[in-house]
């Protein structure tokens, strides 16, 4: 991954957690007791930031032929709505939580959960505007980072009114990382 994506995306930090130690690099409380092989598909680490590029580079057709990438976003929708989250249209593609939100805009991306942590990483389009945003919060509550994410990306993309641009830019104090919006 790191000679075929990583490096040509000039990622320098993320990797595929392979062992204990590995996490310990990345989070600042002792979480010993998760071993990164649990997930099963394996479970990427790093920046905030690359997880971003990686997901705007991913989703705008810059790694995968455009036949690869409309199957990859191919969603089978799992449900309805879920309570204190902001999907309407729950699914999954290959390797991707895909969705309608309750406010009608579609997000692209992954929600992860672990001891750490929650992590969420989407991509939103609104015309030709097109964002990706991450947000982490060290607390951990999948509905709140989420809600988080969707926010900011609908200001970035255009689809709320923008109250000022320090404001969605800047950290939030509830959040260990701040946004890193990408927009083409």
Same mark, same amino acid.
């Given at each position: 991954?790191?000679r075929? &994506?990583?490096?040509?995306?000039?990622?320098?930090h993320?990797?595929?957690?392979k062992?204990?130690?590995?996490?310990?690099?990345?989070?600042?409380?002792?979480i010993?007791?998760? %071993?990164?092989?649990? &997930?099963? +598909? /394996?479970?990427?680490v790093?920046p905030?930031?690359?997880?971003?590029?990686l997901?705007? %580079?991913l989703l705008t057709?810059?790694?995968?032929?455009?036949?690869?990438l409309?199957e990859?976003?191919h969603?089978?929708?799992?449900?309805?709505?879920m309570?204190g989250?902001p999907w309407?249209?729950?699914?999954? /593609?290959?390797g991707?939580m895909i969705?309608?939100? $309750?406010?009608? +805009?579609?997000?692209?991306g %992954?929600t992860?959960v672990?001891?750490g /942590? &929650?992590i969420?990483?989407? +991509?939103c389009s609104?015309? +030709?505007?097109?964002a990706?945003?991450?947000v982490?919060?060290e607390g951990?509550?999948? /509905?709140?980072?989420?809600? $988080?994410v969707?926010?900011r990306?609908?200001?970035a993309?255009?689809?709320? $009114?923008?109250?000022?641009?320090?404001q969605?830019?800047q950290?939030n104090?509830m959040?260990?990382?701040?946004f890193?919006?990408?927009?083409?």
């Open positions: 991954m790191a075929r &994506v990583f490096l040509p995306l000039g990622l320098t993320a990797r595929l957690a062992t204990q130690e590995d996490l310990g690099e990345v989070y600042s409380e002792n010993s007791s998760y %071993h990164p092989g649990w &997930v099963y +598909h /394996g479970l990427l790093g905030l930031s690359e997880s971003t590029v997901l705007n %580079h057709g810059q790694l995968l032929p455009p036949s690869l409309q990859m976003q969603a089978i929708v799992l449900g309805g709505s309570p989250r309407a249209t729950p699914g999954y /593609g290959l991707l969705g309608g939100t $309750k406010s009608g +805009h579609m997000l692209t %992954h992860g672990g001891p /942590g &929650v969420a990483v989407f +991509h609104s015309g +030709h505007n097109v990706t945003c991450s982490f919060d951990g509550d999948e /509905g709140q980072v989420e809600a $988080k969707l926010e990306l609908l200001i993309v255009g689809a709320e $009114k923008q109250v000022g641009e320090a969605w830019c950290l104090p959040l260990s990382s701040g890193c919006p990408l927009m083409r």
